[in-house]
């Protein structure tokens, strides 16, 4: 028996999540690209959820999830740690467009 059955029962759950930044800002390159890639993993592993596909756009990101039986189907299925996981993607973005934005010889002025 595989890990996605029981006696009487067969299941496949997968999902498929794309996180926009808003207005689509280009936002998502560099070091920011493999930032995503560490919070997605880390937070996949925790959830004990397989990614199956996942790719870090310049604004935007896909991700295909499967998650396994015991986990409650539907909008809870990757717990509230989701909308922390974006907004911790669209904070490391933003300060590193801030960062790069300052321009020394204005500093004074």
Known sequence: ?????????????QYHIV????????ALYGSVKEDIREILKTLCDYKKVEIIAGAVCVDHV????SI???LP???NACGGAWSDT??????????????RSRNPRRAGR
């Open 1 to 13: 028996m595989d890990s996605s059955s029981l006696s009487h029962t067969r299941w496949k759950c």
């Open 19 to 26: 996180f926009i930044p808003k207005y689509r800002r280009k």
């Open 62 to 65: 896909h991700l295909s999830l």
């Open 68 to 70: 396994v039986q015991h």
């Open 73 to 75: 189907q539907g909008g």
């Open 86 to 99: 974006q907004a911790t993607i669209l904070n490391v973005a933003k300060n590193r467009r801030l960062r």
